[in-house]
């Protein structure tokens, strides 16, 4: 069946550093969202990407679709304490329609 | 508030029983989705219904059921409880169905312990 894997499964940066979590769906994909979870809290739609190469920005935050519409990126610019928490992609199959959710990625930052 | 209400936050209950998990969605969304999330796991989906009938079915266990009422609220029924049960479940509402390219809400979950 479909899969989306999500990497990396954690991440501890420094406060300021980049950050990026890559995910990669071994179908084709109709399109991709991107959720953020807090810890504690429940996952929150980021972002919704459709058209292939498309590049979308919300601030520090650049998301990127892949030419062939399997992979996905999200990368945080210098980022600060308050970008802690899980991300999720979730790519809706061109086949099935159904969303599928990768394992998460979950990011640490050290003040 | 997301506008997709779950309850009970917490249940604390023994292997071999019964739980009810309730959800109500977001107003205006038709479909329900349910998801269990274990410590350090992902989302694993479990049901979709939209308006009442099921649409897509996931990693389901024979011992869950669900369904969603006439007014759009749905229930998850976890019988015969396992430890391995433990997890939280999150309820999630969008407006259309799966073939669409919608969002989901989800809320703010249900934390079952099973001792």
């Known amino acids: 069946g479909q899969q989306v894997m999500q990497i990396p499964q954690y991440q501890h940066v420094q406060e300021g550093e980049d950050f990026t979590t890559y995910c990669n769906s071994s179908?084709?994909?109709?399109?991709i969202q991107w959720y953020k979870q807090r810890p504690g809290g429940h996952p929150v739609f980021l972002i919704q990407?459709?058209?292939?190469?498309e590049v979308k920005k919300q601030k520090r935050l650049t998301f990127q679709f892949g030419e062939a519409k399997k992979n996905s990126s999200l990368h945080i610019t210098a980022t600060q304490t308050t970008d802690v928490g899980t991300y999720f992609c979730a790519g809706r199959s061109s086949n099935t329609g159904k969303l599928i959710f990768g394992q998460g990625t979950t990011l640490q930052v050290k003040p | 508030d997301s506008g997709v209400t779950q309850t009970p936050k917490h249940l604390i209950t023994a292997t071999g029983q019964r739980v009810t998990l309730r959800c109500s969605p977001r107003?205006?969304?038709?479909?329900v989705y349910w998801y269990q999330q274990s410590l350090d796991q992902g989302l694993q989906f479990l049901i979709q219904?939209?308006?009442?009938?099921?649409?897509a079915k996931g990693n389901i266990l024979e011992r869950f059921s669900a369904q969603q009422f006439p007014d759009l609220h749905s229930e998850l029924n976890l019988s015969s409880l396992e430890l391995g049960d433990s997890a939280l479940y999150f309820c999630a509402s969008s407006v259309a169905t799966a073939a669409g390219a919608n969002v989901l809400t989800f809320g703010a979950g249900s934390r079952l312990t099973v001792l």
């Open positions: 990407l459709v058209k292939s190469g």
């Open positions: 107003s205006g969304d038709l479909s």
């Open positions: 179908t084709t994909l109709s399109n």
């Open positions: 219904y939209y308006n009442g009938e099921e649409r």
